[in-house]
Each structure stands twice: as C-alpha cells, then as structure tokens.
C-alpha cells in the first residue's frame, strides 16, 4: 500500500538511432507547480514585508498625497521650496527622451513619494514612542486619567486600520533595562517572608555589596545590548533556559493541552484528526499569507507577533554541548505515527490543500496497514524524550545518510507530526481519573509515541479526542493556544456526517508513504536507553486535572476582585495548608508589550498574601479584616503583575545580569544565590478567548480544558489553570511521585477547599 512514488521526471537510453528521452509528464507537472508554489509563497513574503514596512501607510494615501503635490504645482504653489525643480536635471538624466513637462511631473511624483516615505517613518517612531506609555495599566480599576484618554485616541488614529500579523513589529519598543537598585529592592521585598530575620539580613548586605560593586557594571553591558540587540532578554532565555538544557525536555519542558471536554463532535478517529489538519494547514496559510489579526490589549495596544513564525515546519535539534531550533519556510507534507510505525502525508494536490475528506481517506489507509513496524522504529521517538547528548551522539553516527537521513528528514521537514493513538480518551465528571489519564496521554504518552523535538504533536485517541504536546524554546504557550482555539473552532464549524465522517466527496487521495528505517544493533541500544530514562521519568509524574464547577470568574467579578489574583490568593492558601510554610511562587507573565518580548516572573507570594493566608486560619480574625487583607494581597498581586507586563520585573533582569557575570568570569555571591533559589510552586494561566471565535456566552459547553506542564521543583508543584468561562475553573496539578511530601491529587483537594473558604468569606463578610 504504501510504496514509494518515482521522483524521476525523465528517462534516457541509448538506441541505434540515437539518444531515445522518455519524459515523465506527470512528474514534470509536480516539479512546475512546487516551483510555481514557492514562488508565489516568496511574492506574498515580498508583499507582506512591503506592507509591514509601509503601514499604516496605504497605496490610496500616496496616491492623495501626489495628487495634493500636482495639484499645487498646477495652481502655481511649489510645496517643494524649490526641491522640485532641483531634482528635474536628475530625472532627466534618466528620461532623456520625454518633454520638460512629463519630467516635471515626474519630480512632483517623485517629491510626492519622499513624503508619503517621511511620513510612515514619523508615524512609526510616534507609535514607538507612544507604545512606551504603560501607566494605562495602573489605572484599570480607577478612573481613567485624561492624560490615558489622549494616548488612547492618539494611538487609535496612528494605528491604522486591517493591520497584518507583523504589522506593528517595527513599531513595538525595545525592552529597556531595569536599575540595578530597583531589581534588588524588589527582590528583597519578594523573599522577606520567605526566610528567618538572620537569613534576610545576609542576603541584604549581600545586595547592597553587590549593588554597590559588581552590579553596576553588569548593568552597562546590559545596557549595551539593549542597544544592539532587538530584545536583551530573550535570546538569552532561549539559549541558556532552553537549548542548553541536557536533561529530557519530555516532562521537564514540553507542555500539552487537551480538547474541549464537554463536546465529543466525532468518535471516528480519522475523521476528527482530518478536520483538525485541515484547520492547522488553513491556520498555517493564514500564518504565510499574515492576515491573522495581531492581538490587540483592549483593542488598541498591539502585542509582539514574532513567536509566531517558527510554529510549523520547526524542529528541536539536539546537539553535545547545546541544542538548536531549525525552521524550513514550507513543508507540503505531515509526518503520521500510527502503531509503531511513521508514514509521510502529503497534504498538498496539484497545487491545493487536499480537503478534510481526501485527508481522511489517506489515513484511513495507514489504519488498513497492518505492515510491521521496522526492528526499533515503534520506539525511535524515545530519543527525542531521553536525555540530550546520547540522541545527539546517535543522530550524528546513525542518522546521517541512507535510509535514516531520508526518513528523519520527512519527520523534521513536516509541517507538524501526528500521532494516531490506539486508546481513548475521554471526560466523565463522576471519574476524574480518566481526565488524569488524558492529561498524562497529552503530557508524556508512553516516551516513545511522540515526536517531542517538533514545534508540537498533534494526538488523536482512538475514540476521536484530540489534544496536543508542544516543544517550549520556540515559543510560549499562547502561541499555541492561539492556534488550538482557532482551529477548534474550525472543526465544529466544518461539521461532520450523522456517522461522524468529515464531509465531502474526496477527488483525490494520495497514498501514505511508510518511512523505511535500518537500525545498527548500537542504535537499537541507544534507542532502548533513552526508553529506559523516558519510562523512569513518566513513571514519577503525579498528575491530577480538577474540574472546579461550584463557581468561576463571575463571582470572583461579583466581589470587584481581579479572577487571576483570586486564584492565585486561593493557591497561596492552598499551598500554606499543604506545606505548613511559604515559598517562592512563579507566575508567568507576558512581556510582549515590546518586541520579540517572552515572559517574565510575578512573585505570587508576597508579604501581603502570606498575611492573608495565615488569617485565613487564625479563629481571632474577622472576615471583615479577612477580606481586607486579601484586598491588600490582591491589589500587591495586581501590581506585580504590572510591572511584570511593563518591563519592571525582577527575574529576567538578575537572570541576564547573572549570564553576562559567567562571560566575565566573576562570581557573584548574590546572583549565584538568587539563581540556586527552588520555585516550589510554579504556576500559569492558559489564555482564553484570544479570538473572536469562541463565544461562551452563547455556547458555554465550548470550553477548553486547558493545558498543562510538569512539576519544575522535585519537592514541588506544578499548577495551570484556565478560567474557563463564568462558572468552570481548569486546574492541572503537577507533581512527583518519588517525593514523600506532595501529592497532586492531595494539593488539589486543598485548592478546592482554599477556592470554597474564601467564597464563603465573602458571603459572610460581616461575621
């Protein structure tokens, strides 16, 4: 079934009469239109970057501006002060066979032009500028001050109008760099209640040595690179945070999600795979193409698109000493793993995208196949979900020609891999284990049933649901949420037949072609071994998802509280009720306020939350002062949350001053110290309703369940949630079995506890 096709476009021999040439026309017609297809995909690129670099300027703008220009020439105005008739000499230079007038013309045409050109740069450095104001933020809970009204309207009409994707990206500020006096400050506040008065007092004399000594100069080359470099922060993370890592990224760094729970649109596995692929591939070529809107904070501040890029066709590569990301700008094939066995997917026809129908007849065939996977081939991804070095090792001896070579590349070179699981998975509100076991299917799988190096793997069960994992160094979850609430939204909108077949009649299906593979016996070894580390490290994994339902995000608003810093109050009491102490808590916040911005730390546990936790279980204080405190705690959250947005965080800062302490060679106490400090609980919201697709007003069965990550501290906790509409909260609770002290499902007992004793608070505020 699934043979080879010929790639020969053309066939010679030599006869008695001469050279006899046999052309393969189909093969010829293939070669035309792939060309043609990257020709047209490297002129839209020319157009989009045109575009980009001129907006918000228009076509019909410089068309006004030129007609204003001849106009007041005609009249006998020059707009020019004289440049016009400076210029006509040169054009004429040029234009030696037109009148004195065409040439004229064509100067005022060409002045025209300087100033549509001086007038998109002004704009866009106004913008740049303007996009430096973030006091907007400070004043969301309070009126807005007339100051914010103006920026607000300004940046409105600057903005212009059906920006593309990148549209803004010229126009987003740089991160700037923090003073070192302000970092350290905030530091220091972070980890006052976290350590005894004699441990705080040595970390504040070693601040104030280091800020008065070594800081300073850290600082200037941060400074230095920031004016260099496009973002100081964010190559840095990428590099050191991520591709330096040595230990399996299976657990430790990839991150998952799982389909909206409460709808099940198709049991046929084919079908439903078929229509999420299809809504990728449209995704993809909305992607190419840039007409996805860029996000937009309260529908005037754009957001930095740059992650966007590498979302597809992209490919961890592991290396000895450091890994790297590897982009190819098109890719007319999906890489299929089914039953231990790869097959490449051709998803392109004759230059069109086949339909969800054609789609899903190719991958039925692969489910016909009942060929045998090669000796080491079911379990070859276990390289990918092992330990670094050793698949590095083995992708550079066994994997760098023949058989080998061809089929690694049809898996790197694909737009994205899917897995066509052999297990269902489902959602049952009365057994939470098997939401667990989605979960855990979505996060690990079995170690070796997931592509773990791609930007991400699609997974379909058996029964049809779906779910993703993702690879983290190319970019940040809401890339991919992004993606997962557009396409899922695509998928019920495509619709199915009453069996649960994709609609349509396929013209078209091509075959699947089987990868071939030839593993030496030390490749098998290797191969077993990373299966080994893979299988110990799955196995450690305790992972719980609770379906919180008593209530959500409309009583949190209901009691003027912001729900993030609800949530986040309630795991601090959660987590203090659990471990009897407090500790570093990493929330994660978007920096993407400034160009190829990522994230950044907030520090969830502060002075003001660990007050109202300790009251919350102190007999002698009121739900008055209760309430008060948590208000105190809410509005300190709310403001690290701010700072975290706006360029005012703390991590990322000592992060880079720490990397450029290592380049130099100097050793700082201080930062050695700050960087060694565990993240116990480490948690995230999912992002939700980036698009105008999902209304759960109108269908709140629509709900997304979320995604999750593995537990960052061995002694600690992992915890994403997704305030999935006004009455549903997602948590997924990570954490290790081989710890004596944690327990997922234990933590998320205590979360739903903490979430019913703080709404009962406020119900009985006045006691």
């Given at each position: 079934m699934a043979e080879a096709h010929s790639a020969v476009a053309f066939s010679f021999s030599v006869t008695p009469e001469g050279l006899d040439v046999k052309l393969n026309h189909e093969a010829l017609k293939a070669v035309w239109r792939s060309g043609f297809r990257s020709a047209k995909k490297r002129v839209g690129r020319m157009q989009n970057q045109f575009k980009n670099g001129t907006y918000p300027a228009t076509p019909t703008s410089w068309l006004f501006i030129a007609t204003i220009v001849l106009a007041l020439k005609i009249g006998g105005f020059d707009p020019s002060f004289g440049l016009i008739e400076s210029q006509d000499k040169y054009v004429a230079a040029v234009f030696t066979n037109q009148s004195p007038a065409i040439i004229h013309y064509i100067s005022c045409v060409l002045y025209a032009t300087y100033l549509w050109f001086a007038k998109i740069i002004i704009i866009k450095w106004s913008l740049r500028v303007l996009l430096r104001y973030h006091k907007w933020m400070y004043e969301a809970r309070g009126p807005m001050s007339l100051k914010t009204k103006i920026w607000i309207m300004t940046v409105k009409i600057l903005g212009g109008r059906k920006p593309l994707l990148m549209s803004y990206q010229f126009s987003l500020p740089k991160l700037f760099v923090p003073s070192v006096k302000e970092t350290v400050n905030k530091y220091l506040r972070s980890v006052k209640p976290l350590m005894e008065d004699e441990k705080y007092q040595r970390m504040e004399k070693l601040s104030k040595e280091f800020?008065?000594?070594?800081?300073?100069?850290?600082?200037?080359?941060?400074?230095?690179?920031?004016?260099?470099?496009?973002?100081?922060?964010?190559?840095?993370?990428?590099?050191?945070?991520?591709?330096?890592?040595?230990?399996?990224?299976?657990?430790?760094?990839?991150?998952?999600?799982?389909?909206?729970?409460?709808?099940?649109?198709?049991?046929?596995?084919v079908a439903r795979a078929s229509n999420i692929i299809h809504a990728m591939l449209q995704y993809r070529r909305d992607l190419d193409k840039e007409s996805l809107m860029p996000l937009m904070l309260n529908k005037t501040v754009p957001l930095c698109s740059a992650q966007y890029e590498r979302q597809f066709q992209t490919?961890?590569?592991?290396?000895?000493?450091?890994?790297?990301?590897?982009?190819?700008?098109?890719?007319?094939?999906?890489?299929?793993?089914h039953k231990g066995r790869y097959f490449k997917v051709y998803i392109h026809f004759r230059g069109r995208l086949l339909k969800p129908c054609e789609i899903e007849h190719s991958l039925q065939k692969i489910l016909d196949d009942d060929v045998e996977p090669a000796v080491g081939e079911k379990h070859l991804a276990a390289l990918t979900a092992g330990d670094r070095v050793p698949w590095a090792k083995a992708r550079q001896e066994y994997f760098s020609k023949g058989k080998n070579k061809a089929s690694l590349d049809a898996i790197e070179k694909a737009a994205f891999v899917v897995a066509l699981d052999d297990e269902p998975q489902d959602f049952d509100e009365h057994d939470p284990s098997k939401l667990d076991k989605f979960a855990r299917s979505m996060l690990h799988g079995k170690g070796y049933d997931r592509w773990f190096d791609k930007s991400f793997t699609l997974v379909v069960a058996s029964n049809g649901r779906i779910g993703f994992n993702a690879e983290h160094s190319w970019?940040?979850?809401?890339?991919?949420?992004?993606?997962?609430?557009?396409?899922?939204?695509?998928d019920r909108d495509y619709g199915y037949t009453d069996d649960g077949h994709t609609i349509g009649t396929p013209e078209i299906c091509p075959n699947p072609i089987k990868l071939e593979w030839e593993f030496p016996k030390p490749c098998l070894q290797v191969i077993e071994n990373c299966l080994e580390v893979a299988t110990q490290l799955l196995n450690d994994v305790d992972l719980h998802l609770l379906?919180?339902?008593?209530?959500?995000?409309?009583?949190?608003?209901?009691?003027?509280?912001?729900?993030?810093?609800?949530?986040?109050?309630?795991?601090?009491?959660?987590y203090y009720r659990t471990a009897k102490k407090f500790d570093l808590t990493y929330e994660s916040s978007m920096t993407r306020l400034f160009r190829e911005g990522r994230t950044e730390t907030v520090r969830s546990c502060t002075v003001e939350s660990c007050q109202f936790a300790k009251a919350m279980d102190d007999p002698t204080v009121t739900n008055k002062e209760r309430i008060k405190l948590m208000k105190l705690a809410a509005e300190e959250h709310q403001q690290g949350y701010r700072n975290a947005m706006s360029g005012h965080g703390i991590d990322r800062h000592l992060f880079c001053l720490y990397v450029v302490s290592k380049y130099l060679g100097e050793d700082s106490p201080f930062l050695t110290e700050v960087l060694s400090s565990p993240w116990r609980l480490s948690t995230s919201q999912t992002p939700h309703q980036q698009t105008n697709k999902l209304d759960l007003v109108k269908h709140p069965e629509h709900i997304s369940a979320g995604?999750?990550?593995?537990?960052?501290?061995?002694?600690?906790?992992?915890?994403?949630y997704i305030i999935a509409g006004e009455d549903v909260i997602f948590?997924?609770?990570?954490?290790?079995?081989?710890?004596?002290?944690?327990g997922a499902r234990k933590f998320a007992e205590q979360i739903q506890k903490a979430l019913a004793d703080v709404k009962n608070m406020f119900e009985a505020k006045d006691s």
């Open positions: 800020q008065e000594g070594a800081g300073k100069k850290f600082n200037r080359y941060l400074v230095l690179k920031s004016w260099w470099a496009t973002n100081y922060v964010s190559d840095w993370w990428e590099d050191y945070v991520y591709l330096s890592g040595r230990s399996p990224i299976m657990v430790n760094s990839n991150f998952y999600a799982i389909d909206a729970v409460l709808l099940h649109p198709s049991k046929v596995q490919t961890r590569i592991p290396g000895i000493e450091k890994d790297t990301i590897v982009h190819y700008k098109d890719s007319q094939h999906i890489a299929v793993y970019a940040d979850a809401p890339i991919m949420g992004h993606m997962w609430e557009v396409c899922t939204a695509d379906y919180h339902n008593q209530y959500g995000k409309g009583f949190m608003k209901s009691v003027k509280m912001s729900p993030d810093a609800y949530i986040q109050l309630s795991l601090q009491l959660a995604g999750g990550f593995g537990p960052v501290a061995d002694d600690g906790y992992g915890v994403s948590f997924h609770v990570s954490c290790k079995n081989s710890c004596p002290t944690t």
